[in-house]
């Protein structure tokens, strides 16, 4: 069982930024997926931003160019850094970790976790 715990999150004007980190108890897995999904009310939860074992990265279309996945491997933390933030990222973002990868669409790939976060929410105001 992973643990992973949020925190970061906040509100903020369009246009700002925020750094999303995710702290998670290690795997004996050399491979391994962790990732950024959020969900908006309303809708369904969706991916954001993905990394693998070997910093691979992959992002949903809405937020390329503007988000930044990576992880912190001596201190078992993952972030987001988010900029240039719009009113439609608001969300409540969750942190997964393990799982099989799946296609996914907008987005290179992405994978189905098997744990999650218990949540951070993001704000956006216009």
């Known amino acids: 069982q992973r643990r992973l715990v949020e925190s970061g999150g906040g509100s903020v004007q369009a246009g700002g930024s925020l750094r999303l980190s995710c702290s998670y108890s290690?795997?004996?897995?050399?491979?391994?997926?962790m990732g950024w999904f959020r969900q908006a009310p309303g809708k369904e939860r969706e991916a954001v931003a993905v990394?693998?074992?070997?910093?691979?990265?992959s992002y949903t279309d809405s937020v390329r160019g503007r988000f930044t996945i990576s992880k912190d491997n001596a201190e078992n933390i993952l972030y987001l850094q988010m900029n240039n933030l719009k009113p439609e990222d608001t969300a409540m973002y969750y942190c997964?970790?393990?799982?099989?990868?799946?296609?996914?669409?907008?987005?290179?790939?992405?994978?189905?976790?098997?744990?999650w976060g218990q949540g951070t929410q993001v704000t956006v105001s216009s």
């Open positions: 290690q795997t004996t897995s050399t491979k391994f997926y």
């Open positions: 990394i693998d074992s070997y910093d691979i990265t």
């Open positions: 997964a970790a393990d799982g099989p990868t799946i296609p996914a669409q907008h987005m290179g790939w992405s994978f189905k976790p098997t744990h």
